[in-house]
């Protein structure tokens, strides 16, 4: 049985994420159900870094459908996922905790989807500078609330082997804009005891202000750390839209179709 939202104490998560930038819901999806997505995601994967390579490029490339993405740093890619079974599962993009998360912490229910993407380190993958996802909305002024965030949720358990994601809890009110070209060399060079691991078990859905300042770390393990995203966003702020056929939005519940209303509708 899937969890409800009252198996979790929401409002302690939603003090997590306004305290720390980010929160997580372990168990959230059924193990069996991120199988099936990592088989299928792996190939397309695969074929999108056979075809990217050959060298580091600042913007994706190629259609969502046969995929869209970039390596973004060595052995280090970037892909759109398409809006398509099994990746368009209402368990996940719809899940009622993490709606009812959402709903909680931003008091409206009148959110969008923006995007459906993935971060995804190879063998040999290196650290990322330390950045944040977003720009500087408001210079000087840290909002206490956020109108975007991210939804994450790993396709394989994380950890330091295979390059699990680091996080500075408490940077999302930063808001210095000399500061904001200068993180890594800050980061780096400075003494920072508060750095924290993602180490999580696949079933796991993670919640991250992308104001926070994070960081990919080097992948030594044998195989991809793939990790999808989803983006939900408050109406007046969108960032991107995601591309979803005819077919996949006749598909969708009610509230599925107001969270995709803003999408760009293909033909097939």
């Not at 912490?105 to 923006?114: E, L, R």
Request: aromatic residues 10%.
């Amino acid at each position: 049985m899937m969890p409800a939202p009252e198996d979790y104490d929401l409002d302690l998560k939603v003090a997590e994420l306004k305290i720390n930038g980010f929160t997580a819901f372990e168990d959230l999806i059924p193990p069996e159900k991120i199988d099936r997505i990592r088989e299928a995601f792996l190939p397309r994967l695969n074929r999108l870094r056979d075809r990217e390579k050959g060298g580091i490029h600042p913007e994706e490339r190629g259609e969502v459908s046969t995929g869209k993405g970039r390596q973004q740093f060595i052995n280090r890619f970037t892909m759109h996922v398409p809006w398509e079974t099994p990746f368009s599962d209402p368990d996940i993009y719809e899940n009622p905790v993490v709606l009812a998360f959402l709903e909680r912490y931003w008091g409206a229910d009148d959110f969008q989807i923006t995007c459906y993407h993935s971060n995804n380190p190879y063998p040999g993958s290196e650290f990322q500078p330390w950045h944040r996802d977003i720009h500087l909305i408001t210079p000087h002024v840290g909002l206490p609330v956020c109108p975007h965030f991210g939804i994450k949720f790993p396709l394989v358990d994380t950890n330091e082997e295979n390059g699990s994601f680091e996080v500075m809890p408490g940077t999302q009110y930063l808001a210095d804009p000399e500061m904001e070209k200068a993180y890594d060399e800050i980061l780096c060079n400075g003494h920072f005891p508060g750095a924290h691991r993602m180490n999580l078990k696949k079933g796991t859905m993670w919640v991250q202000d992308p104001r926070t300042l994070h960081r990919g770390t080097p992948n030594r393990s044998d195989h991809a750390r793939m990790e999808l995203v989803i983006c939900y966003s408050r109406p007046w702020f969108r960032p991107s839209t995601v591309e979803i056929s005819q077919a996949e939005y006749d598909k969708l519940s009610e509230r599925g179709r107001a969270m995709l209303t803003r999408s760009i509708i293909t033909a097939s």
